[in-house]
């Protein structure tokens, strides 16, 4: 064990009454003054004036000392304490919401895809000719402002649905524009 670790050692034994300097520096000579001076850089000790003597502690053990016998560091810890929690709490709360914000997003995203359908579905069927095929950009327009959509917006989601239900439609290529499938443009759309 090194000089070093052996002051340390013996200050946190101290406890919470901490140790004299000058006890120290009988103890451990004059290397002691060096030692002492690097541990308090570093942050490990703490020194404080008390009558006429210089007292030593550890880190720890100071704040608990400090704790006991100084009233107004005890209030201002116990004030920090409280913010602590308070702020705990507030983080707390605030996750719960953003939970529940995600969740309502996601139902409104389902109810969305749900409307889209609905209206994809309804303006099929208002469009549809005597054979049955409707071009999608006639589509897209009534459900685009309908729901709001991009167009961009408007053939992901068709592609999604075509895909998901290929039992209920049938599309087929041409058209100026449409969804890509298989590397083609189908433009035109009918209900099986």
């Known amino acids: 064990m090194s000089v070093k670790d052996e002051i340390l050692e013996k200050i946190r034994s101290s406890g ?3 140790v004299k300097k000058v006890d120290l520096k009988k103890a451990f000579g004059k290397p ?3 030692i002492l001076e690097e541990l308090k850089v570093n942050e490990q000790i703490f020194i404080e004036k008390k009558g006429v ?12 000392h400090v704790t006991q016998n100084d009233p107004k560091f005890k209030l201002m810890l116990n004030m920090f304490a409280g913010v602590n929690q308070s702020i705990a709490k507030v983080k707390a709360h605030a996750d719960v919401l953003q939970e529940e914000l995600e969740r309502a997003s996601l139902r409104e995203a389902g109810s969305k895809h749900d409307d889209f359908e609905g209206v994809f579905n309804s303006s099929l069927n208002e469009s549809s000719t005597s054979i049955g095929w409707v071009p999608f950009d006639k589509i897209r327009e009534k459900v ?3 729901q709001n959509l991009s167009k961009e ?20 290529s041409g058209g100026q524009e449409g969804i890509v499938m298989r590397g083609l443009v189908h433009g035109y759309v009918r209900n099986i």
């Open 16 to 18: 919470i009454n901490g």
């Open 32 to 34: 002691c003054e060096g």
């Open 53 to 64: 003597a210089y007292f030593v502690w550890t880190s720890e053990n100071y704040v608990q």
């Open 144 to 146: 685009c402002e309908n």
């Open 153 to 172: 917006k408007f053939y992901q989601m068709a592609t999604n649905l075509i895909e998901n239900h290929h039992d209920r439609y049938e599309i087929s």
